[in-house]
């Protein structure tokens, strides 16, 4: 370790024997004792953060626990920048298998790629931490959560929140955290928070808020059950009291064993003089293009691009030692602060609208007949068109069994698809990015509360983004709400979306404290890009069922409770336009929408109906595209794409069970048994030609001991009278018996075998006998003597 020093380069200058310095330092910290331990009390169990014992060699590691689950999160930062104008944030959220105890059930069985609930994770702990990185940081920063444990009951995602703001903090990167995470759920009206997953099944809210000092908000991701406004704000401050206990145990736990934070160049800040050249400049020029509300999405960026040609050579003869790339990074600091004084001092949007006025809005239904439903939702210059499609409960989605929460099938699902033409641009094709698969989450969590859970059908909603400019997850919602009606769906109450944007003016050395704010309702692209906050909000004129924040600097609890205000009012205004294209579901579904039936199979007749293999079930599908799935024992669900397929396929499974279809047998009538085949312990025997062939055991032969059936000059095809006993409760097998007709009694013989020609049928025939008794060599196919 000590060779590995670069000793040669210590002589020279002082700042190379600083970096030696403090290199020393970093090594002899290894060993040194800075194990250490703190509990938050919250919800039913506490959190538990320690650092010191794992991964010493990273910049920061924490490990977080609650219950019995635990998460250990690292932070690694380098020390040269690699992006200047971006930083580079990179949050990995990884499951394990053998963390729940499990082993992997793919064909290899170990982890392979990565899933949507780790990548939509992986989004949710970026968007908590990413907003209280300093400006200029733009260093490679790598956050990694690494499942330790797993007891099915508690949410990692939510601890591994706290384990990455406890790993920031103790690391020598630059960052103005600590932030606290808690999942809140609404059970009975009680707020509760951390919920098991056990717990979260009964709670009509599933949010998560994260939230940093002074009460400051940096993230809220929610779902909910349609449920009032009052009831979702009242969870959500709930929930942010309990992060500030979180807060205050990171801070105590950085303040006594965490490391100096590292001094860093910044990157992408030109001079006060280069600014302030840049904005004698242009800024009257951007002030014209940024009020003139003739422009267009690219008409605007077009006019901005230009005012900075057309003064991007002055700049450069005014500083020629200056970095070109900082002089464009003034233009756009200059254009930034023109846009947001624009809204914060003359209550002016650069589309002419006033604050919480919206874009007009066209949408239109049932557009293509061969679709089960279609929509298409105009919104200003964001198009979004819809499809459902109505399939199988087969095709449900089945996910991976190792983790609990997604045992259950999914039965209603969204595809969100964003084809790069939708902003002009071009790129490739297929797959799906993680941005596409947040947006198509969020919508799917806004539409999901409303479409029924018992729904005979699988139903895939498909949202392909035509055009774009501003809040096309929310258009995907307004959208495949009227989809989803179209189709018949009986969903409870019609959903739209809408997005909520803030502009901040906050103190120059202080993020936490905002100075003023301004409201704006259906943001558009540029107005998300120069803004401090994306709020996504989906719900009915009765509640909400979806939010999601995306912020760049804290915000108070007053902030968030105005734009979700703001967003309810904007919701029923677009609920009441989409109601002139379709009011509430249709009635009756669409000629070529898909039908479902059930189908009853006695449970002795399954194995034959399905066929080896399931043949005749493979067959049907084949030759009708009629799908069979088995719901119970005994019942069965037949999904038929069309109505003329389900009458086909009905035909077909009328006369399969017709070739099986078993006679009514009486407890304890004597019928006329055919022998098929000799055993050593018995004969097999049939009451009927499509009767499976049942064993009758030596046992019950006669009343004597019988150790072949050739004893009684038995043979094949011989008709032999039985007594039936019902069925084997446990096997389902005919209890049948020759025995019990050995001793004298009056009885009538019924005979299953009379018409062999007919296809599936049976006859029973009885006449009176004049005898007391009746030997096999007495019966008669067609008769029966007493």
């Known amino acids: 370790m000590w060779r590995a020093l670069p000793w040669r380069y210590a002589a020279g200058t002082q700042r190379r024997w600083s970096k030696i310095s403090k290199r020393l330092k970093h090594f002899a910290s290894w060993n040194a004792n800075t194990s250490g331990t703190v509990e938050a009390v919250i919800g039913q169990s506490p959190l538990i953060l320690s650092t010191g014992e794992l991964a010493k060699l990273a910049d920061g590691c924490a490990t977080a626990q609650i219950g019995d689950t635990t998460v250990m999160v690292t932070a690694v930062s380098k020390k040269n920048s690699s992006s200047p104008g971006f930083l580079p944030l990179t949050v990995d959220y990884r499951q394990k298998a053998a963390a729940a105890g499990r082993i992997p059930t793919n064909h290899l069985r170990r982890e392979r790629g990565v899933t949507d609930q780790e990548i939509l994770t992986s989004r949710m702990i970026d968007r908590s931490i990413r907003p209280l990185f300093p400006k200029g940081f733009f260093y490679d920063t790598q956050v990694m959560c690494n499942l330790l444990a797993v007891d099915g009951l508690q949410d990692p995602g939510v601890i591994s929140i706290n384990g990455a703001s406890a790993a920031l903090a103790l690391s020598d990167v630059p960052w103005n955290g600590p932030i606290g995470a808690v999942r809140v759920g609404l059970i009975d009206e009680e707020v509760m928070i951390n919920p098991t997953r056990l717990d979260m099944r009964r709670s009509t809210i599933n949010m998560v808020v994260a939230g940093t000092k002074k009460s400051n908000l940096v993230m809220v991701e929610a779902s909910a059950d349609n449920v009032l406004q009052t009831d979702f704000l009242k969870a959500l401050k709930a929930g942010l009291k309990e992060t500030q206990i979180i807060v205050r145990s990171i801070e105590k736990l950085a303040r006594e064993h965490g490391k100096e934070k590292r001094e860093y160049e910044p990157f992408g800040i030109p001079s006060p003089e280069v600014l302030d050249s840049v904005r004698r400049l242009a800024a009257e020029q951007y002030h014209a293009v940024y009020t003139d509300p003739t422009h267009n999405k690219f008409s605007r960026d077009n006019a901005a691009s230009q005012v900075r040609e057309h003064h991007i050579s002055t700049v450069r003869e005014m500083f020629p030692n200056e970095d070109p790339s900082l002089l464009n990074d003034a233009f756009n600091i200059v254009a930034k602060d023109v846009f947001r004084k624009i809204i914060l001092e003359e209550d002016k949007r650069c589309d002419g609208r006033e604050a919480d006025e919206m874009r007009d809005i066209t949408c239109s239904v049932d557009l293509y007949k061969p679709l089960h439903g279609s929509a298409l939702f105009q919104r200003g210059q964001t198009q979004v068109f819809c499809t459902v499609t109505f399939d199988s409960i087969e095709s449900a989605l089945r996910a991976d069994p190792v983790w609990q929460e997604d045992i259950r099938e999914k039965n209603f699902m969204l595809h969100y698809e964003f084809p790069p033409y939708a902003t002009n641009e071009t790129g490739r094709t297929g797959g799906i990015n993680r941005r596409e698969l947040g947006h198509g989450a969020l919508a799917e969590k806004g539409l999901r509360p409303v479409v029924p859970s018992d729904y005979p059908f699988t139903i895939r909603l498909t949202s392909e983004v035509l055009e774009s400019n501003g809040s096309s997850s929310m258009a995907t919602v307004c959208g495949g709400s009227l989809a989803l009606m179209d189709a018949g769906v009986p969903v409870s109450h019609p959903v739209a979306g809408v997005a909520i944007g803030v502009i901040t003016e906050t103190e120059s050395d ?277």
């Open 510 to 786: 202080d993020i936490f404290t905002i100075k003023d704010h301004r409201i704006v309702t259906d943001l558009l692209g540029i107005e998300d890009y120069m803004g401090d906050m994306d709020m996504k909000l989906a719900g009915s004129k009765k509640g909400i069922t979806a939010l999601q924040t995306d912020v760049k600097v804290p915000l108070p609890m007053k902030i968030i409770v105005e734009a979700i205000q703001a967003g309810t009012a904007a919701k029923s205004k677009i609920l009441n336009i989409m109601a002139s294209s379709i009011r509430k579901p249709r009635d009756l579904r669409k000629s070529n929408s898909p039908v479902t039936e059930n189908l009853e199979v006695p449970v002795q007749r399954r194995s034959k109906f399905i066929g080896p293999g399931g043949y005749n079930l493979k067959k049907l599908r084949v030759e009708t595209g009629v799908t069979i799935s088995p719901v119970d024992e005994t019942h069965f669900s037949v999904f038929a794409p069309t109505p003329s397929a389900m009458s086909e396929a009905k035909e077909r499974i009328e006369q399969l069970l017709l070739e099986d279809k078993e006679p009514d047998l009486e407890f304890g009538g004597i019928y006329t048994a055919t022998i098929t085949e000799l055993r050593d312990n018995g004969v097999l025997v049939k009451l009927y030609p499509a009767m499976p062939p049942t064993l009758l055991h030596n046992s019950q032969l006669d009343q004597r001991k019988v150790n072949h059936p050739s004893a009684l000059k038995m043979e094949v095809g011989q008709e032999i009278p039985v007594k039936y006993f019902g069925r084997d409760p446990v096997s389902g097998k005919m209890r049948l018996s020759r025995k019990a007709l050995m001793a004298p009694a009056s009885a009538v013989i019924r005979n299953l075998n009379a018409v062999r020609g007919a296809r599936g049928a049976a006859s029973a025939t009885t006449s009176s006998s004049n005898s007391s008794s009746t030997s096999p060599s007495d019966s008669s196919s067609f008769s029966s003597e007493r």
